[in-house]
């Protein structure tokens, strides 16, 4: 008789466990699933946390550079940065707020003519440089994709992937542009061919 209730116990405790393992198994998966959305967000997070960071880098020259006539203190730490730093911040400022032209002011056009940066050909702004490679294009592009494209047709203008990202996203909430997603790579569409952009 106790045997038989030993094999009885025995069998009523494999199948609690068998359930229990089933249970584990499936919350494990659950979490695995939670960890990998929690980890794609994350990276997005921390993506647009770099831009923010650069934004805030790029705008805060510009904020500074009125009081910086009157402060001396200010116009030493203005004159650091350098010709690069300031055309990465354009291009920053510009991704982010496409509509804002960073030119200089009307009282310093007169010496800004005489500068280098008159004497080059005038480039086309960001906004209009990736909209054009993507009316160009058949098939979504990557940020990656666009940023090298533009590199290859701007040789001498550094342009970062994340300013490129930046522009496409700005696009896409002008709805001029659609974003679609594969895995975990995202690719960029115009929303419907403009004749003239």
Known sequence: MSESSGTELASEYSARIAQDLELNAAEQDRLATEIAALEERLHAVRENRVVLERLQ???????????????????????????????????TVEAAVPHQRTEPAPDRADSAKSGSAKSTPAKPSLVEAVHTYLAEQREPRSATDVAEAIR?????????????????????ARNRARRTKQGRAVFYTLTAPETGA
């Open 57 to 91: 880098q790029a705008l805060t020259p510009q904020a500074t550079a009125p009081s910086a006539a009157g402060t001396a203190g200010t116009a030493g730490t203005v004159g650091t940065v350098g010709t690069s730093g300031a055309a990465e911040a354009a291009d």
């Open 152 to 172: 290859a047709g701007q040789p001498g203008r550094t342009i970062k992937t994340t300013v490129i990202r930046t522009t496409l996203e700005n696009l896409v």
